[in-house]
């Protein structure tokens, strides 16, 4: 890669972009891969006629869905595309993958084009600190607004999660403003989460047609343990130092990526992905069930039904990241 204001991060940092696929299918299912243009809508179409799918491909702008994976997913869990007509025949998000491209400002006002490693890629954890360096490669960057105009905001809480010493909890404590000893869960937070998540009854959505299998699989124990969370929030287990910063790392990447960018306010954002680590630590804290829990809930917070059940109104998003209000209605 190359380029005048090419970032990962708001510091230099001397992390590479690393990734090893696992070839498990997940990050094609789950999420509609936009098409940027109209040459992209042809050329996926071409593809559909070439492998002689007998449906458009094209559904709104995005690539279609069908069970909640790409219409172009094999059920070897292989893109066809990729496989029978090679890798260059392949949509633009997807060539980059798991690689996100964003155009933005930085600070000063200048363009930068802000580069990183999808953490809602399911071998993003794996292969963070070890994996196979991404090979140098031009970009093609998408251009999505900061949620709210809150530029600084997202800055501020990126800067955040770059400190060594950040941790879950303590980000918690912060964007809830309840002061908590460190390395526990703010106890208001917890009993409020943990009663907001039972009340959602996630079960429900991972039964929906639109997640794909492995979004439902990482999930499901999570839908599944959430259901006896409603009077009091299970004891905080901990985690491990690797998976709490990884969790943080999660956050960075999401705000950096603008990647929860269809909720509308960044503080937010960052309260549904570290939910979702306390969640999937209630649930399982071993790093396999953990990381699978995590990376399919940074996914399913891309689906609008999905969030705006945790947040069904203002007065209950008030409620949970304050403890203000009268709380939910339903
Ligand atoms: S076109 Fe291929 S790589 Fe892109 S989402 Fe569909 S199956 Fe996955």
Known sequence: ???????????????????????????????????????????????ARDLGLDVDPVDE???????????????DGRCSIHGQLGMERKPIPCRQFPLIALAAKNEHGEDETRVGIDPAA????????QGSTLP?????????????????????????????????TGLLSV?????????????????RWASRVSEVR??????LDGPGPVLKRGLGPVAQASAAWTDSPPAWPGLPDELDRWAVEALRRSLWLRLSANIPNVSVAALFVLGGAVAAA??????????????AWLRALRFELFWKSLAVDQATLMWLATGQGPGPTR
């Open 1 to 47: 890669m190359s380029g005048p204001h090419l970032t990962h991060a708001t510091r230099p940092v001397a992390e590479l972009l690393r990734f090893d696929c696992t070839l498990c299918g997940g990050c094609c299912e789950g999420v509609r891969v936009p098409l940027y243009n109209e040459d992209e809508v042809a050329r996926a179409r071409a593809a």
């Open 61 to 75: 702008g995005s690539l279609r869905m069908s069970g909640g994976q790409c219409v172009f997913l094999g059920a």
């Open 122 to 129: 399911y071998g993003a954890f794996a292969s963070w600190k």
């Open 136 to 168: 140098d490669t031009q970009v093609v960057a998408a251009s999505t607004p900061a949620p709210g105009g809150q530029d600084q905001l997202e800055r501020a809480l990126v800067r955040m999660c770059e400190d060594d010493d950040a941790t879950v």
């Open 175 to 191: 964007i809830t403003r309840e002061p908590a000893p460190r390395g526990e869960l703010p106890p208001d937070f917890a009993a």
């Open 202 to 207: 996630l079960a429900g959505f991972v039964e």
């Open 282 to 295: 209630w649930t399982d804290p071993r790093p396999g069930p953990f990381v699978a829990a995590l990376t």
